[in-house]
């Protein structure tokens, strides 16, 4: 099968948990549902109308640089009812917590996402259509390349080594890379943007390959003369 594979940075990310309450906390990387976002976007899709039409692709996605968290403290203006005093930020305010993601090396962050390949998105990511953001609009990304890989299906990893994140429900992950769990995150979005069910997932926080076992849907794909096995989200 054929897969584009597509290198996104930026400065830093902010992919809120959907149980998040008034702390705002972050996943390590963009849910499947923010991927299908990110693609909706380049494509020129308006909010709410992709929902059923990217669903049908397979996503995956690795770490391309160390990553970690900072936390930092807001305040948010509470304009329920609006006021010269309110939009200067005189009383009212709301101080909250956000989790943010960097690169832990200083430099910019990025991710590898890996979709199940059409000529309509391989173009898109070459000129995409809205801006291209992890998480927030204020949070811009970019695309440093693309490149269509030839892949073999794949089902069942038996001890081997595989890049990115890994669904927790369908694999074993031996305790040797530095790697995080993400519970609770989206897969797809049901009528009126629920969420849905959610998945767990671990994710190495460094670009390294875990080494997995158990079944799955996942791809081996041919990179440089190198071999790669990947999950799909």
Same mark, same amino acid.
């Given at each position: 099968?054929?897969?584009?594979?597509?290198?996104?940075?930026?400065?830093?990310?902010? @992919?809120?948990?959907?149980?998040? %309450?008034s702390?705002?906390?972050?996943?390590?990387?963009?849910?499947?549902t923010?991927?299908?976002?990110?693609?909706?976007?380049?494509?020129g899709?308006?909010?709410d109308?992709?929902?059923?039409?990217?669903?049908?692709? $397979?996503?995956?996605?690795?770490? !391309?640089?160390?990553?970690k968290?900072?936390?930092f403290?807001? %305040? @948010?203006?509470?304009?329920?009812?609006?006021?010269?005093? /309110?939009?200067?930020?005189k009383? %009212?305010?709301?101080?909250?917590?956000?989790?943010?993601?960097?690169?832990?090396?200083?430099?910019?962050?990025?991710?590898n +996402?890996?979709?199940t390949?059409?000529? =309509?998105?391989?173009?898109?990511f070459?000129?995409?259509?809205?801006?291209l953001? @992890?998480?927030?609009? =204020?949070?811009?990304?970019?695309?440093?390349?693309?490149?269509?890989?030839?892949?073999?299906?794949?089902?069942?990893?038996? $001890?081997?080594?595989v890049y990115?994140?890994?669904?927790?429900?369908?694999?074993?992950?031996? #305790?040797?890379?530095?790697?995080?769990?993400?519970?609770?995150?989206?897969?797809?979005? =049901?009528?009126?943007?629920i969420?849905?069910? !959610?998945? $767990?997932?671990?994710?190495p926080?460094? #670009? /390294?390959?875990?080494?997995?076992?158990?079944?799955?849907?996942? +791809?081996?794909?041919?990179?440089g003369g190198k071999? /790669? =096995? !990947?999950?799909?989200?």
């Amino acid at each position: 099968m054929k897969v584009l594979s597509v290198r996104i940075y930026g400065k830093m990310a902010h @992919f809120r948990k959907v149980f998040s %309450n008034s702390s705002s906390l972050s996943y390590y990387f963009p849910p499947r549902t923010t991927i299908m976002g990110m693609v909706a976007a380049a494509l020129g899709m308006e909010r709410d109308s992709y929902y059923d039409e990217l669903d049908k692709l $397979d996503y995956a996605v690795e770490a !391309l640089t160390p990553l970690k968290k900072l936390v930092f403290g807001e %305040n @948010f203006l509470d304009t329920d009812q609006m006021t010269t005093e /309110k939009l200067r930020g005189k009383g %009212n305010r709301v101080p909250i917590t956000r989790e943010f993601i960097v690169a832990s090396d200083g430099g910019f962050l990025g991710y590898n +996402i890996y979709v199940t390949y059409s000529k =309509e998105v391989e173009e898109a990511f070459r000129r995409p259509k809205f801006p291209l953001s @992890f998480g927030q609009s =204020e949070m811009l990304a970019w695309v440093d390349g693309e490149e269509v890989l030839e892949c073999e299906e794949k089902e069942e990893f038996d $001890d081997e080594e595989v890049y990115g994140a890994v669904p927790v429900k369908s694999f074993t992950v031996k #305790p040797e890379a530095v790697h995080t769990l993400e519970y609770g995150m989206p897969r797809r979005y =049901e009528e009126r943007r629920i969420s849905g069910i !959610l998945h $767990d997932y671990v994710f190495p926080t460094e #670009p /390294k390959a875990m080494v997995v076992r158990g079944r799955g849907k996942g +791809i081996r794909c041919d990179i440089g003369g190198k071999s /790669k =096995e !990947l999950v799909f989200l």
